[in-house]
């Protein structure tokens, strides 16, 4: 069974392009548009991998993260946080808020996911 990840990502167009990217080395992904969505849906199923971009509506991806990791069922999921946002300030609040990673959303930004399920044991 391949490993599953939850992506939360509000824009439909940039959700295809990383479901697509994930797809691609084999990986099940299921999307969500919001926050709240992801937190039932990661509790309700919990996936592999969590790629969560932080600007969503109703509620920012650093607080879904701070309450994943707060969950005895979520605490242990991985959390990549893939945002527009770059600046050291917005990726040291995502770490604080408990992401393994924090990835800009760029060029090279599908390498760098790539290399980050790698070094998280998600792909061989």
């Known amino acids: 069974m391949a ?32 926050g709240p969505d992801a937190i039932r849906e990661a509790l309700e199923n919990p996936p592999d991998l969590i790629v969560l971009d932080i600007q969503l509506p109703s509620m920012d991806g650093y607080q879904v993260c701070r309450r994943l990791k707060r969950a005895e069922e979520t605490q242990n999921i991985p959390v990549i946080m893939l945002t527009d946002k770059a600046g050291t300030k917005e990726t040291m609040i995502g770490l604080k808020a408990g992401a393994d990673d924090y990835i800009p959303k760029d060029i090279f930004a ?5 290399e980050t399920l790698k070094e998280l044991g998600v792909l061989g």
């Open 110 to 114: 599908a390498e760098h996911l790539m």
């Open 3 to 34: 490993p599953t990840v939850l992506l939360v990502e509000d824009s439909k167009t940039q959700a295809k392009q990383i479901k697509d990217v994930l797809e691609s080395v084999g990986l099940e992904v299921r999307i969500v548009g919001d």
